[in-house]
């Protein structure tokens, strides 16, 4: 099963805005993960933010964490054209003493110039 | 370059036929991992391997059997495609140990479309 969701499904906005798109889970986390994968190819990772963390920074990207919600937000601060991307959240899921990396839809982002 | 390789990139499949879709990492990783990727459904995990001689089934296991040849080769088989596995294949490796920062980070390869027809 997915464990993150994102939301929204897919968000447009103008070059220069700001960005944000939420992810909730459903079980306990020892950190949450944020990756990128641009049409075509495949994911990279972009922030890793602990649970015991509640924000991180990482250019202009900024991660919230409330594990009281089970939800984090990414924040891509003045967006290009070049962030125009597919978003994912992960998160592990703890099965037979191992754990396991689950993704959620995604979310697509159109940033027009 | 260091990373995760994945061939083949493309392949077209009739129903019935059975291919080897292969991986490699040089990151000396622990965990590999094949997903696929279907529109809307983002990525579901299909078998993974722990460790070098461990496999296991992720949340859709059925029509694939995998191997884990070595530490560096994860391979991922269709004994007998249907177009229902038509689909984007991604492979992906990490580290996998919790105490250590950054070894939880998924390395992923470029991914192999197959179209089963």
């Known amino acids: 099963s997915q464990q993150g969701e994102e939301d929204p499904q897919a968000l447009s906005i103008q070059e220069g805005e700001n960005a944000t798109m939420n992810c909730s889970y459903k079980t306990s986390i020892n950190n949450l993960q944020w990756y990128r994968q641009n049409s075509g190819r495949g994911l990279v990772h972009l922030i890793l933010i602990r649970s015991n963390e509640r924000e991180k920074h990482s250019g202009r990207l900024r991660v919230t964490l409330d594990t009281s919600k089970k939800s984090s937000s990414l924040l891509i601060t003045a967006s290009r054209a070049a962030d125009t991307a597919s978003y994912f959240c992960?998160?592990?899921?703890?099965?037979?003493?191992?754990?396991?990396?689950?993704f959620g839809r995604g979310t697509s982002l159109i940033v027009h110039p | 370059n260091a990373g995760v390789t994945q061939t083949p990139k493309f392949q077209v499949l009739k129903t019935g036929q059975s291919m080897t879709l292969q991986c490699a990492q040089d990151m000396n990783h622990n965990s590999m991992y094949w997903y696929r990727q279907d529109p809307g459904m983002g990525l579901r995990l299909i078998y993974y391997s722990a460790s070098e001689g461990t496999t296991d089934k992720g949340e859709v296991p059925n029509g694939y059997n995998v191997s884990r040849l070595n530490k560096r080769e994860f391979s991922l088989r269709l004994e007998s495609a249907a177009p229902s596995q038509t689909s984007v294949y991604f492979c992906a490796s990490r580290l996998d140990r919790p105490s250590l920062s950054g070894a939880n980070v998924l390395t992923f390869g470029a991914g192999s479309r197959l179209t089963v027809l």
């Open positions: 992960a998160t592990d899921d703890v099965a037979g003493g191992s754990y396991i990396p689950t």
